[in-house]
């Protein structure tokens, strides 16, 4: 099946740090890769919609300064947390889905846990 | 009115007995549905994806769509207590970039 690459799987750092996150389609293109984030027992929580060659489309309340998004190639998208702070702390999900199956389910990745001192 | 509504549980059942878990949606040009099992601290697998009508099962998992009712729910028979975790409702309109739109999900507790 579709397999979706989140790396990495945990960071911790300094306030101020800027954090970036790898999202990479294994086996297939992924024109489009989805960025969540999600608080403890809290649901996942879309952030924005990574599309391949052009901007991302970041949901209501979503700083798209605060966090950058580039999908240039058809397999790797990657967000960028900007001068975290403890606020940012979460654990952030990245999905996408394949073009070559159904109106298809979005397969995820296995997140990454950002803390931040 | 939520997109998707899902009871947040816990749901409680005892190790061999069939957990139902249901999920209701508001907009009707939604095309296809989807059950996500999330772990603590894991991220969502995908257990179950139903795009018409009625009954569509996978070993011990069955999914159910009545898209007139706007209803959706998974069935687990012979729940085990690996099953226990947090299960996510899934829609999505037309097209494969069209974005999922999340319950907020069951918790479902099988117990021994």
């Known amino acids: 099946g579709a397999v979706v690459s989140q790396h990495p799987s945990r960071v911790i750092c300094k306030s101020g740090t800027s954090v970036k996150i790898e999202c990479r389609s294994l086996?297939?293109?992924?024109?489009?890769m989805f960025w969540y984030r999600q608080f403890p027992k809290q649901s996942l929580m879309l952030m924005a919609t990574?599309?391949?060659?052009?901007?991302?489309?970041?949901e209501q309340g979503v700083e798209k300064d605060k966090f950058l998004i580039n999908h240039a190639s058809l397999t790797l998208s990657t967000l960028t947390v900007t001068s975290a702070h403890p606020e940012d702390s979460s654990f952030y999900i990245c999905?996408?889905?394949?073009?070559?199956?159904?109106?298809?389910?979005?397969?995820f990745g296995d997140g990454t846990r950002l803390s931040i001192l | 009115q939520k997109e998707v509504e899902q009871n947040s549980g816990p749901l409680s059942v005892p190790e061999g007995a069939i957990a139902s878990l249901n999920c209701t949606y508001s907009d009707r040009g939604s095309q296809s549905f989807f059950w996500y099992r999330q772990y603590s601290g894991k991220s969502p697998e995908l257990i179950m994806s139903?795009?018409?009508?009625g009954d569509k099962e996978d070993g011990r998992f069955t999914a159910q769509l009545n898209k007139a009712s706007q209803y959706v729910s998974l069935l687990i028979r012979d729940s085990q207590p690996s099953d226990s975790a947090t299960y996510l409702c899934a829609v999505k309109k037309t097209g494969t970039a069209s974005k999922l739109t999340f319950g907020t999900g069951t918790r479902l507790q099988v117990t021994l």
């Open positions: 139903i795009y018409s009508n």
């Open positions: 999905s996408a889905s394949d073009p070559q199956g159904a109106p298809g389910p979005q397969h």
């Open positions: 086996d297939f293109q992924a024109t489009t």
């Open positions: 990574s599309n391949e060659g052009s901007k991302a489309t970041y």
